[in-house]
């Protein structure tokens, strides 16, 4: 019983279908106006630290997923990295859960300025699937200051790249009451 059962599964094919293709031209030109927009604004590259704040993980796949083989930020001189004291963006997905939320507070003052912080995902914008729960206190805007929101269940590698160049370049034009 058993061993037909693991011959087949062994030997036939997987019951997965074939990986979306990931447009290449179209990600390699945002990436490339994302590095030449923070070594414009920053003067360096930009380094992004990610912040779980209760989330289900879809969210944290897909910002994974701008480290892979597939998009690879490190050739384009944006980074992720370990502490928010030297981060520039705070990238936060999930919903604000109550028992996170002194750790998100925590991360944003040891952040230097300049600094941005990113909701990801519908959960970070407004609470999304767990909006209501008496352990959230609704979207990471009710926590942290929010400078941009990017909506999406999860977002995919595209918009997240999208969202931080529209980020950068929104921080560098120039201000037009200034002048």
Known sequence: MLWPRLARALVGRPLTGPSPGIPQPTVA??????????????????AIREVDSGSCNA??????????????LERFGLRFVASPKHADVLLVTGPACRNMAEAMERALACTPEPRW???????????????????????????????????????????????????????AAPDPRQT
């Open 117 to 171: 912080v990113v909701a990801a995902g519908d959960c970070a914008v407004d609470g999304g699937v767990f909006k209501g729960s008496y352990a959230v206190h609704g979207g990471v805007g009710a926590v942290l200051p929010v400078d941009l929101l990017i909506p999406g269940c999860p977002p995919s590698p595209e918009q997240l790249l999208e969202g931080l160049l529209s980020l950068l370049e929104a921080e």
């Open 59 to 72: 969210c944290e796949l897909e910002v994974n997923a701008l480290q892979n083989v597939a998009y690879d």
């Open 29 to 46: 030109a945002l990436a490339e106006r994302l590095a030449a927009t923070a070594r414009a604004r920053l003067g360096r590259s930009l």
